[in-house]
């Protein structure tokens, strides 16, 4: 986290419980990883509307979370090229990464977890939920209360939502979200550089 922070300028770690490990886990997500609404409105990550992760889950994972209950239906396996995103092609290319002979993508499945607020029992007001679907198949997975409850099952603390990640932004962005790191500072540096070099050798 600490080396990739300066050079993307945000990153960020997710806090769960872990069904497979049945533990508490903490994990780095990478920026390009967490979508959140960019605009007008809050800048906190607390206190945004909804927030979704594209989690990569081997299959195996996958099968074992849909015998265990957790998705009601077993996930499709990813296939190249239904989500392309040039950034990421930029940043594998940058950091010399590509895929090995003994994985494929078809070992993973793509889940898209959002967390966001829905009134599912229709009180009027709504609740904070996690809401998980295969990105292949685009069908509904799970769908988890993302508050805390006493022993009875009792909500407590008034629905307050649990967070799941935390930000971790390198320079503070005063017109955005997202931090800022070197790779952006430095990059109009680079294109002045590279073009007066272009000039000289063409001369």
Request: aromatic content about 10%; some cysteine; proline content about 7%.
């Amino acid at each position: 986290l600490l080396t990739s922070l300066p050079l993307h300028g945000s990153v960020f770690t997710k806090t769960f419980y872990d069904p497979i490990r049945q533990r508490v886990r903490i994990t780095n997500v990478r920026a390009t990883d967490l979508v959140v609404p960019y605009g007008t409105g809050s800048r906190e990550l607390e206190d945004l509307p909804r927030k979704t992760e594209h989690v990569w889950l081997p299959k195996w994972q996958a099968q074992y979370l849909h015998k265990l209950g957790h998705f009601i239906e077993m996930p499709e396996v990813y296939v190249e090229g239904k989500f392309t995103r040039p950034v990421d092609d930029a940043v594998d290319q940058a950091t010399g990464q590509a895929p090995s002979g003994n994985t494929s993508i078809e070992d993973y499945c793509l889940i898209l977890e959002q967390h966001r607020f829905r009134d599912l029992d229709n009180d009027g007001v709504e609740e904070p939920y996690v809401v998980k679907v295969c990105g292949q198949s685009e069908k509904l997975l799970a769908v988890h209360i993302r508050y805390e409850t006493d022993q009875a099952g009792v909500p407590t603390n008034y629905k307050d939502p649990i967070e799941y990640y935390t930000h971790y932004p390198f320079i503070d962005n005063p017109d955005g979200f997202y931090g800022l790191g070197y790779g952006l500072l430095l990059g109009p540096i680079n294109t002045s550089v590279n073009k007066i070099l272009r000039q000289i050798i063409d001369a």
